[in-house]
T-cell receptor, first 114, second 111 residues
Framework: DGGITQSPKYLFRKEGQNVTLSCEQN?????MYWYRQDPGQGLRLIYY???????QKGDIAEGYSVSREKKESFPLTVTSAQKNPTAFYLC?????????????FGDGTRLSIL | QKEVEQDPGPLSVPEGAIVSLNCTYS??????FMWYRQYSRKGPELLMY????GNKEDGRFTAQVDKSSKYISLFIRDSQPSDSATYLC???????????FGTGTSLTVIP
């Protein structure tokens, strides 16, 4: 079954700690995205990548980092510089760089502060 | 002004009602429009994907785009309790991979 797998489902971060959220897709999609979802604010774009070894900052990239070493994988690291990391994080992908196919989403990771 | 505006609701309807969900957008260059359904603690699921103006129907769901008024709608016929979710509208330019989302409308269908 093709899809986007995010892990873990729930994650807890201690003060000063970096944590990494995993996103894997087997849809053979070129483009991948990370969003943050907070109540009443909708989806805010953190980072996106249109091709392996390349990525761009979104609207709220500060305190986050990403890598894209493989087409299938786009992990997001929430660093200690992100002072308000509690949120629902969504990974998405779409088929083609510069294309117009819609995004498909994983089931999210909920990050909380201990 | 946000690129895509959506009334957050909440919206509550009896089972069997026709539901109308609406969004407006500001960028006349948007060409592609999407509706997603999101259940609690889950990721958004693509419901409808339309290009430019017009209607698209899929079962009980109809998506409508009016580019002249920059208005997009989702109609749900014979609503069911299982339709209770948050509905997100989204828009995309003709090129590129950036998507613009509304904040979502929370819908409850009461049995």
């Amino acid at each position: 079954d093709g899809g986007i797998t995010q892990s873990p489902k729930y994650l807890f971060r201690k003060e000063g700690q970096n944590v990494t959220l995993s996103c894997e897709q087997n849809l053979n999609h070129d483009a991948m995205y990370w969003y943050r979802q907070d109540p009443g604010q909708g989806l805010r774009l953190i980072y996106y990548s249109q091709i392996v070894n390349d990525f761009q900052k979104g609207d709220i990239a500060e305190g986050y980092s990403v890598s894209r070493e493989k087409k299938e994988s786009f992990p997001l690291t929430v660093t200690s510089a992100q002072k308000n990391p509690t949120a629902f994080y969504l990974c998405a992908s779409s088929m083609r760089k510069g294309g117009t196919e819609p995004q498909h989403f994983g089931d999210g990771t909920r990050l909380s502060i201990l | 002004q946000k690129e895509v505006e959506q009334d957050p609701g909440p919206l509550s309807v009896p089972e069997g009602a026709i539901v109308s969900l609406n969004c407006t957008y500001s960028n006349s260059a948007f060409q592609y429009f999407m509706w997603y359904r999101q259940y609690s603690r889950k990721g958004p699921e693509l419901l409808m994907y339309t290009y430019s103006s017009g209607n698209k129907e899929d079962g009980r769901f109809t998506a409508q785009v009016d580019k002249s008024s920059k208005y997009i709608s989702l109609f749900i016929r014979d609503s069911q309790p299982s339709d209770s979710a948050t509905y997100l509208c989204a828009a995309q330019l003709n090129t590129g991979n950036q998507f613009y989302f509304g904040t979502g409308t929370s819908l409850t269908v009461i049995p």
